[in-house]
């Protein structure tokens, strides 16, 4: 089974649709990312979290929310979907405690809305 | 502003080649430069990392160089496999800050056979 499991892997709708993608993991690790990654542009930041308490705006927040249930759950909205936001997001998690520690993605959710 | 800059956007190696990107970083702060590697329909995995208090690191047929005065640096990929045939990104952060990744474009490598 995978470390970091996203839902759904796939996803097809239409502007002005809210949208949730879901992340979970099973590392036991306290941190939680999510980007977004377009063609030629590379992965850019959306929110990060450092705890359950501990949300942050990354560099490309805006159009999107983050809510974090549990240590191990971190989910996207997209309150109103637009064309722009069709991308590919990744979620990723890092442990505190291991200094240096590197980041672990999902497999990630094609999101294309229309 | 783009604070990691990664060349080429894309490259193409035959079998046994070596395979060569390149990566500049302008934040004198960022202390740890990892490379994933992303396969299609799969997330990136780390690959290997450097901290600039070192010149080189080896794993295998993958090696970081590190030039530290010219805030560059490289991933190398000795007798380049197909399988190797990947999208690869370089990154950087600072430890002990907000562990933010900040990543390169991205280089889309294709090793043919």
């Known amino acids: 089974d995978a470390d970091v499991t996203q839902t759904p892997r796939n996803r097809i709708t239409k502007t002005g649709k809210r949208i949730m993608l879901e992340c979970s993991q099973t590392k036991g690790h306290d941190r939680m990312y999510w980007y977004r990654q377009d063609p030629g542009l590379g992965l850019r930041l959306i929110y990060y979290s450092f705890d359950v308490k501990d949300i942050n705006k990354g560099e490309i927040s805006d159009g999107y929310s983050v809510s974090r249930q549990a240590q191990a759950k971190f989910s996207l909205s997209l309150e109103s979907a637009i064309p722009n936001q069709t991308a590919l997001y990744f979620c990723?998690?890092?442990?505190?405690?291991?200094?240096?520690?590197?980041?672990?993605f999902g497999d990630g959710t094609r999101l294309s809305i229309l | 502003q783009q604070q990691v800059k990664q060349s080429p956007q894309s490259l193409i190696v035959q079998k046994g080649g070596i395979s060569i990107i390149n990566c500049a970083y302008e934040n004198t702060a960022f202390d740890y430069f990892p490379w994933y590697q992303q396969f299609p329909g799969k997330g990136p995995a780390l690959l290997i990392a450097i901290r600039p208090d070192v010149s080189e690191k080896k794993e295998g047929r993958f090696t970081i160089s590190f030039n530290k005065s010219a805030k560059q640096f490289s991933l190398h990929i000795m007798d380049s496999q197909p399988g190797d045939s990947a999208t690869y990104f370089c990154?950087?952060?600072?430890?002990?800050?907000?562990?933010?990744?900040?990543f390169g474009k991205g280089t889309l490598l294709t090793v043919n056979p």
């Open positions: 990723a998690t890092s442990a505190t405690r291991q200094g240096n520690q590197p980041q672990h």
């Open positions: 990154a950087a952060l600072t430890i002990g800050s907000n562990y933010k990744l900040t």
